[in-house]
Nanobody
C-alpha cells in the first residue's frame, strides 16, 4: 500500500522560504510521477507542481520562478522548495503519486503552510 508522508510546513512571513518534503513508501518510487497540490479554505484543490518519473517538471503559473519541485529516487523523496512566499500561498499542501501526471491516485495527509503579511 502506497504511503505518502509530508513534512516541512509551518508559519513564515511574506518573502520567506519553506521546503516541503514527502517521503514515499509501498511503491517503486522511480516509476511514479509525483505532484504537489494545495487547497486554501473555501477553494478547490489546485495543482502546484509535478515531476515525471523522468524528471520533467511543470508548475502552476503563479508559482513559476518561485517554487522548485525535485525528487531523490534513492531516498524515495520529493521536495518542494518554496521561495518568495506570498500570503496567497497559504494552504494545506498535499503530496501525490501516480503512474502518470494525468492521474494521481495516492495522497498524503497534507501539511499546513501559512504565510503572514
Amino acid at each position: 500500500q502506497v504511503q505518502l508522508v509530508e513534512s516541512g510546513g509551518g508559519l513564515v512571513q511574506a518573502g520567506g522560504s519553506l521546503r516541503l518534503s514527502c517521503a514515499a513508501s509501498g511503491l517503486i518510487f522511480s516509476d511514479y510521477a509525483m505532484g504537489w497540490f494545495r487547497q486554501a479554505p473555501g477553494k478547490v484543490r489546485e495543482l502546484v507542481a509535478t515531476i515525471t518519473s523522468g524528471g520533467t517538471t511543470n508548475y502552476l503559473a503563479s508559482v513559476k520562478g518561485r517554487f522548485t519541485i525535485s525528487r531523490d529516487n534513492n531516498k524515495n523523496t520529493v521536495l518542494l522548495q518554496m521561495n518568495s512566499l506570498k500570503p496567497e500561498d497559504t494552504a494545506v499542501y498535499y503530496c501525490a503519486a501516480g503512474r502518470s501526471v494525468a492521474y494521481f491516485g495516492s495522497w498524503g495527509q497534507g501539511t499546513q503552510v501559512t504565510v503572514s503579511s
